[in-house]
């Protein structure tokens, strides 16, 4: 399967499409060894998420690592971020702009197309199917685009992160009932920004359609919230614990907010 996917019972899709780690062998071998690295993964999210299922959230999280093609992008490869430096579709480099493919190996328009075919589209497709199930079943849905990035990436912003950055595309693909009750949980003295340097990116604006009952919101979290983040890129229990709770909380409050 080019993802996993698991359909709950509640009116709660949790997408991760930067949590694979994949790369098909025929892909690898125009690579360099910075792709072997991964190291612009989303890690450990479906770790760190692990209580959905008991809560009855449906779940879709990704096996190809986003170096191969970038779920979280138009397939037409517009900047989400209009003057701002941002990796593509198919990225040809990290985020510390380290080479991702080998002399002459950069995949072309054809290359592109057919990994959108094949990798892609059916995440997508399921997306889509997971979301028009719901909204069958409970008339309106939270879709929650789930995301982590390492605390310190100069190409992309200035100094640190806030530990937790929400995206609402500047409050249009969610009500903003839907964000208060999620913000109103944060605890524990995690930093937040709303609609920040991180304002959702192609499921949050693509998908969000508050008229038409689908609200969503991205959350992009600090690595350093609950793992090492210089490779081999460890999970932190420790760490972890304590952002889970209002983790849970928030992803409560959505759930609930929905139901209302």
């Not at 399967?1 to 949590?19: E, N, R, T, W």
Request: with cysteine; hydrophobic share 40%.
């Amino acid at each position: 399967m080019d993802y996993q996917f698991k359909a709950g019972s509640i009116p709660l899709l949790v997408s991760m499409p930067h949590v694979g780690t994949d790369i098909p062998d025929e892909v690898l071998a125009a690579m360099t060894p910075a792709a072997v690295d991964r190291q612009d993964t989303d890690w450990h999210l479906v770790r760190l998420y692990d209580f959905l299922a008991e809560m009855g959230a449906s779940t879709l999280s990704a096996r190809w690592s986003r170096y191969v093609i970038d779920l979280n992008r138009p397939p037409e490869n517009t900047n989400l971020y209009p003057g701002q430096d941002t990796t593509g579709l198919c990225p040809v480099d990290t985020f510390h702009r380290e080479p991702l493919y080998l002399d002459g190996c950069t995949p072309d328009e054809a290359e592109v197309r057919r990994r959108l075919q094949a990798y892609w589209k059916p995440y997508h497709e399921q997306l889509r199917a997971e979301l028009d199930r719901l909204l069958a079943l409970h008339g309106r849905v939270v879709l929650w685009d789930a995301h982590s990035i390492a605390s310190h990436v100069p190409r992309f912003f200035e100094g640190k992160l806030p530990d937790l950055n929400f995206g609402t595309a500047d409050g249009k693909s969610c009500a903003p009932g839907l964000t208060e009750a999620v913000v109103a949980r944060v605890d524990g003295g995690y930093t937040v920004a709303v609609n920040g340097r991180f304002k959702g990116g192609h499921i949050t604006r693509f998908y969000g359609a508050p008229a038409r009952g689908v609200h969503a919101i991205q959350l992009e979290m600090c690595q350093s919230t609950y793992m090492d983040e210089a490779a081999p890129y460890g999970y932190r229990s420790d760490l972890a614990a304590q952002v889970r709770q209002p983790l849970r909380a928030m992803m409560q409050a959505a759930a609930d907010w929905v139901r209302a």
